[in-house]
């Protein structure tokens, strides 16, 4: 029989054996913790450097927006002497240069291979340089550079107008586009300088006769066939001049815009008077061709675009600057909406729909003359020729003008306008941000007005009135909704709910509009009774009362007389309107899917309400409904707006219900019942059709950027709210 030491020994190993097992296995947890402790942490941080890459992505796409336009050297190269530049054109192979001799009599074609090697060709009938013209002769020719075209116009003694198209190489070949011959009346003055003017259609030409009287003619391109003719125009004015446009023709002469508007039957002229401007020293056609910009000696600027008054073709004036400076050098339109001002050593980038001066740089040198093709810039100073590049052309537009009121060409008054496509490539973008803020604005409150009932009323009931079993059932039911996808619910708004909505929705207006009324008066029936003790009339009874009540009065609305279904389905007489019928389908479907996120966090905020407060209510006498209203409510109230802040800012998110149900057409209206489009459902459209790196692009990374800072800004806010509820009753 073993000894008690023996015993003692045993226990002792024992002992030491379930500790060694105990640090083991605390070892071992403490290494489980610490690998998930890191794991967690590199979760979050991944979270939070995905956050910091998407704010970061967001900013390096709207990035160009906040930068200006500048000026960047490309080459220079030498010219010959007396020399002088008139055209230039880029093209994938070479640098193509038009030059003309001092007396503008000679004209050459010179190519700059990008390997810097040149070539040169006459560009008069093959003669050289040196070959000498008469004076007359030189009035009889013209060069015109027009949208990246180059055109040698000439006038013979036998009044045969005759163009040649000199944008190739073969200039020996050089191609006759276009010659006619003018009428016999016409005798031409030498020696007054005509503009000439070629298009993909019409040829036209404006001339003064040896009687002083001006002509304006138009010919068709193809047949050679006289389109109109006006005749013995007195223009006011010694040098009138026409404004390169492919849609208007314009002139300017003394100090009025002439607007001709030549035809078969009748031709007519309108003089529009700037009230400002005096003499016009340059005017450039802006992108749209509806529109020019005109400058006079005083560097003051004015915008005129054509408008469509009923029929009647007029030109307004939309806006005017000052430009600073005193000597005036070149106004030339770059791309899009950027015009280039050179006055004085300084140049100014203006944007040309709002009339703002984005940029001003001194980059520039001093030259004889230049040419601007696009964003490409020709200069020649002495025998030296520069090639200057504009960087960023499309940061033209401000942060202030897609929040502003613009004058658009063509429009009758500003207005706030998104649209960027059109069936022409000439046709003026439009990105004014207001439309689509107040359609997310819009779309989210009449969401917010149909969640609000349904989810705190919802919440209230589960959380106050409901019991423990009930409450176990009811919540996990309605949160589940959430997980419903929105195009789920867009689908069924835009296939079920919205032709339903086309026999039903006066039942459904009235049934919203008179079963409040209903309901107060049942209230009123049961706070007349309550002093009788009359059981019938509390929760139970009254509640079941109630819905039955509801049920046959929504019957009766289903079966509404056929004459009040007609107020709704005359769309132009009727009272209600179609837009009414997608704005009351949106309002229903958005609130719907927005009520699980409203009735959670305010369901949760009411529960929490410590039982204490209740029973202190209860104890001073006050009924169950004022208890809920004087105090569960007002505890919970910051639960509640912090459960409405995160339900309007999901709204604001949203984007298949409003791309699925609404209209889509962004207008800058607070009227309810007009169409609208959100900036989630914008972003939805025309993000995948925009082409990266454009203006367009850049500007829906904007509008993504404010829905990202706005959502942030609202769910910041609801979480303060909820801190501030668990911190002051310490929940």
């Not at 962004?666 to 025309?686: C, F, K, Y």
């Amino acid at each position: 029989m073993p000894g008690p030491a023996i015993f003692t020994t045993k226990r002792l190993s024992t002992r030491t054996l379930a500790k060694d097992h105990l640090t083991r296995l605390q070892k071992q947890q403490v290494k489980i913790d610490r690998r998930v402790t890191a794991t967690i942490t590199l979760g979050g941080w991944l979270v939070l450097v995905t956050l910091l890459l998407l704010i970061w992505h967001l900013f390096s796409v709207t990035r160009p927006l906040l930068s200006s336009p500048q000026l960047t050297l490309q080459y220079q190269m030498p010219l010959q002497q007396e020399a002088r530049l008139i055209s230039a054109r880029t093209a994938f192979d070479a640098d193509y240069f038009y030059l003309s001799s001092a007396n503008n009599c000679h004209y050459k074609l010179l190519k700059r291979h990008f390997d810097n090697t040149l070539e040169s060709w006459p560009l008069r009938g093959g003669r050289s340089w040196a070959t000498g013209q008469s004076e007359t002769s030189c009035y009889r020719s013209q060069w015109h550079a027009f949208h990246g075209s180059n055109f040698l116009f000439e006038i013979n003694h036998n009044n045969l107008l005759r163009a040649w198209q000199v944008d190739t190489a073969a200039i020996s070949e050089k191609e006759l586009v276009f010659s006619v011959r003018l009428p016999a009346s016409i005798q031409p003055e030498t020696k007054q300088p005509w503009q000439a003017h070629l298009t993909e259609n019409e040829a036209s030409l404006l001339l003064k006769d040896v009687l002083g009287y001006w002509h304006f003619l138009r010919f068709d391109r193809i047949t050679r066939e006289p389109l109109a003719h006006i005749r013995n125009m007195l223009l006011p004015g010694t040098a009138p001049f026409r404004i390169d446009n492919h849609n208007l023709n314009l002139l300017y002469a003394g100090q009025h815009l002439i607007l001709l508007q030549p035809s078969d039957s009748e031709s007519q002229i309108q003089y529009f008077r700037s009230a400002e401007l005096e003499d016009v020293i340059a005017a450039v056609s802006l992108s749209t061709d509806r529109s020019v910009l005109l400058l006079d000696e005083q560097l003051r600027a004015e915008k005129w675009s054509v408008l469509n008054d009923n029929g009647v073709m007029r030109l307004e004036m939309l806006y005017s600057i000052q430009l600073p400076g005193k000597q005036f050098k070149k106004l030339a339109h770059v791309s899009g909406d950027l015009v280039l001002a050179i006055v004085d050593d300084r140049q100014f980038f203006i944007n040309a729909t709002t009339g703002e001066i984005t940029a001003e740089t001194s980059e520039l040198p001093e030259f004889d003359s230049l040419f601007v093709q696009g964003t490409d810039l020709w200069g020649q100073s002495g025998e030296v020729l520069q090639h200057w590049r504009v960087k960023n052309p499309d940061s033209v537009i401000s942060l202030s003008s897609l929040w502003a009121e613009i004058w658009y060409d063509g429009y009758p008054e500003p207005d706030y306008v998104w649209q960027t496509t059109s069936a022409s490539d000439q046709s003026q973008a439009k990105y004014s941000l207001v439309p689509l803020l107040m359609g997310s604005i819009k779309a989210a409150f009449l969401a917010i007005i149909v969640a609000i009932p349904l989810a705190i009323g919802s919440a209230i009931y589960t959380a106050y009135y409901a019991g423990p079993k009930l409450r176990r059932f009811l919540k996990p039911y309605i949160e589940v909704l959430e997980a419903v996808p929105s195009v789920v619910i867009g689908f069924l708004a835009a296939i079920w709910l919205l032709p339903l909505s086309e026999s039903y929705l006066i039942a459904v207006l009235l049934f919203l509009v008179l079963s409040p009324l209903f309901l107060l008066l049942f209230v009123w029936l049961n706070e007349a009774n309550r002093h009788r003790n009359i059981r019938a009339w509390e929760l139970g009874f009254f509640s079941v009362l109630i819905l039955v009540f509801l049920a046959l009065f929504n019957a009766f609305l289903m079966d509404v007389p056929q004459w009040m279904q007609s107020l709704w389905k005359n769309e132009t007489g009727g009272l209600l309107s179609t837009d009414l019928k997608g704005t009351f389908v949106l309002a229903i479907a958005m609130g719907i899917a927005i009520v699980p996120t409203v009735f959670t966090i305010a369901e949760d905020a009411i529960y929490q309400v410590p039982p204490s407060l209740s029973k202190a209510s209860f104890a001073m006498g006050a009924s169950r409904s004022q208890t809920l209203v004087r105090i569960v409510l007002k505890v919970a109230l910051p639960g509640i707006l912090s459960a409405i802040m995160l339900g309007f800012a999901r709204a604001i998110g949203e984007t298949m219900i409003v791309l699925m149900v609404s209209g889509n057409t962004p207008v800058a209206d607070w009227n309810l019942l007009e169409s609208m489009r959100t900036m989630t459902a914008n972003l939805a459209i025309e993000l995948p059709e925009a082409q990266p790196g454009t203006v367009h692009y850049q500007v829906l990374f904007l509008v993504a950027s404010l829905l990202f800072l706005f959502t942030f800004v609202f769910n910041t806010c609801a979480e303060f709210l909820r801190i501030k509820l668990r911190h002051r009753y310490q929940l």
